[in-house]
């Protein structure tokens, strides 16, 4: 399974970017997705994830600003990401899951999102 993860970059605080994750290797569809992130000197954390049936969750430090979807055509998860703030920067990483047919636990190696205030 190979999870490519792209769009990271050096924005200023309020701006927006769009990370993109393309996935190979999987039956994409039968994956739940997710981003998460780590910040220097901090644990990983989930930033937001979109399940097989297409149910989102997303963490509470970036509700109503950042949105998750996901292409099961193109295999592709993507995460708008709006009203940046300083402390969204950090390494994302895109995550693909799944508990069941064999079980999956694949993540890709990161894009560097840094937020200028």
């Known amino acids: 399974v190979q999870l490519q993860a792209s769009g990271g970059g050096v924005v200023q605080a309020g701006g927006s970017l769009r990370l993109s994750c393309a996935a190979s290797?999987?039956?994409?569809?039968?994956?739940?997705m997710g981003w998460y992130r780590q910040a220097p000197r901090k644990q990983r954390e989930v930033v937001a994830t979109?399940?097989?049936?297409?149910?989102?969750y997303v963490a509470d430090s970036v509700k109503g600003r950042f949105t998750i979807s996901r292409d099961n055509i193109k295999k592709t998860v993507s995460l708008q990401m709006n009203s940046l703030k300083p402390e969204d920067t950090a390494v994302y990483y895109c995550?693909?899951?799944?508990?069941?047919?064999?079980?999956?636990?694949?993540w890709g190696r990161g894009t560097l999102v840094t937020v200028s205030s």
């Open positions: 995550n693909a899951r799944r508990t069941d047919f064999g079980g999956l636990d694949a």
């Open positions: 290797g999987t039956t994409f569809s039968l994956n739940d």
């Open positions: 979109v399940g097989r049936e297409g149910n989102t």
